[in-house]
């Protein structure tokens, strides 16, 4: 599968230009409920992971197929994390209706299919950050339509990943990075699943308010 690609190098991976940039829409992946931390309380927070290719700009990926690693030069990704919610201060909303340049509709905001956006293209705005560890990435800090006249590719180069966190370790669960399946076990959905208590812990939406569960 052209979406195994090899993580265990632990050499600081090429960045991609920041600024202005086209991205696809090509992974669209519920990562179900993930454990954060919110006033220094222990919370569970419904997270989504979007992550686009950029057709501009591309580098050389090591990708393994039945056994046999080899070097190909494909599109660079970036991806951003939000909360899975449409609520009126999400940051999913925000950045939803910059993309697509309008707000939500009434109807739209009762039931959003996110599974429309794969294939989509963005101009993207990209900015370079540094994490508490020190280590630089990219990050996206924004997103809109692509100006009139420009055209972004038919297809995406990656296969298109779209996953349920009800679907467990079926349907393309095992299409993703290892690193992504652990992130996605680590969730309250397979906690639960395996029965684990998650009495303690609380649900937070996305304006930061606590709901019971």
Known sequence: MA???SESAK????????????????SLVDLGHQK?????QEKWTPKVR????????TDE????EKGKVTKVQKPMVVSIEQTRSLGEKASLRKLLEQWRGQTFTSKELQAFSLKNLLGK???LTLIHKTSQQGRQYCAIAGASKLPKGMKAPATTTNDQLYYEIEQGEAGQFNDMPDWLQEKIRASKEFATAA?????????????GNQVPF
């Open 195 to 207: 029965g684990k208590s998650t009495a303690t812990k609380v649900e937070v939406d996305a304006d």
């Open 61 to 64: 990926f090591e990708v393994e």
């Open 50 to 57: 979007l992550t686009f290719e950029l057709p501009d700009q």
């Open 3 to 5: 979406l195994t690609i």
């Open 11 to 26: 050499q600081e991976r090429k960045l991609p230009e920041a600024g202005a940039t086209v991205g696809v829409l090509y």
């Open 36 to 40: 954060t931390n919110w006033d220094n």
């Open 121 to 123: 293209p963005a101009m």
